[in-house]
């Protein structure tokens, strides 16, 4: 009995403390408004964690039990391969969900681990609870499985990604998917460091890569500012 009076104290302060605004924002809860929020989350059981940067949130390997939505901060997932060196999968600031497309299936774990490159806070919802929300509300329903799909979509191209051999190769799909098809020119959106680590790769590399697809004529680099010369001879670099 005291357990239980112990957890209603709590989950009535997580729910009276909780700014639905900040969840508004979250892909899952798009186009409810913060007051249907509230109705929602007050008959679905939640709890709130705070982390601080560089602490180990998840574990690679570990069940996915609940859902997991960052409401304030930034965590990154990075994998380790079997010669000890890091890749960096993508930064997940908040309102971003952490591994929503593993919680059901046979394999619901974490595929990489989630570090934590600020302070910030978790909202987690454990996944029985989650699933009556699921069908108790057709737009969050919804929303999930946009969610789900865009990771899948996402994860389906980081493993495409990732296979390319080369550097130059890697150097050449990043800008060209930033570039899209009528772009010419492009800013990139990381540091030589952040790419480094996104192509799981050390810095230098990546400077040495840049620089020959400038000296070989495929780009122009100032900075951060990505000039495009021969589009055509980038897209055979990204095949091979």
């Keep these: 009995m005291e357990r239980l009076c112990l957890w209603i104290t709590i989950y009535y302060f997580y729910e009276k403390t909780m700014d639905y605004s900040l969840l508004s924002k979250t892909p899952l809860f798009r186009g409810l408004t913060t007051g249907e929020i509230d109705t929602i989350l007050s008959v679905v059981p939640y709890r709130t964690k705070k982390f601080q940067a560089g602490s180990l949130i998840s574990q690679s390997g570990e069940p996915v039990n609940s859902l997991i939505v960052v409401i304030s901060g930034v965590v990154k997932g990075e994998m380790v391969d079997y010669a000890g060196r890091v890749i960096k999968i993508e930064d997940i600031p908040a309102p971003g969900a952490l591994a929503s497309a593993f919680m059901f299936g046979n394999r619901n774990r974490f595929p990489v681990n989630v570090i934590a490159v600020s302070d910030g806070e978790l909202l987690l919802i454990e996944k029985p609870d989650f699933l009556k929300l699921l069908m108790r509300n057709d737009i969050i329903l ?31 799909h990043y800008i060209l998917q930033k570039a899209g098809k009528e772009k010419a020119s492009i800013l990139l959106d990381m540091t030589q460091n952040e790419l480094a680590d996104f192509f799981g790769v050390a810095r230098p590399s990546v400077a040495r890569a840049l620089g020959e697809l400038e000296e070989e004529g495929y780009l122009e680099a100032k900075g951060k500012n990505i000039k495009i010369i021969d589009k055509e001879g980038l897209a055979d670099l990204a095949i091979d």
């Design 142 to 172: 919804v929303n999930f499985l946009d969610m789900i799909s865009n990771r899948s979509q996402f994860l389906s191209e980081k493993i495409k990604f990732l296979n390319f051999k080369t550097i130059k190769g890697k150097l050449a």
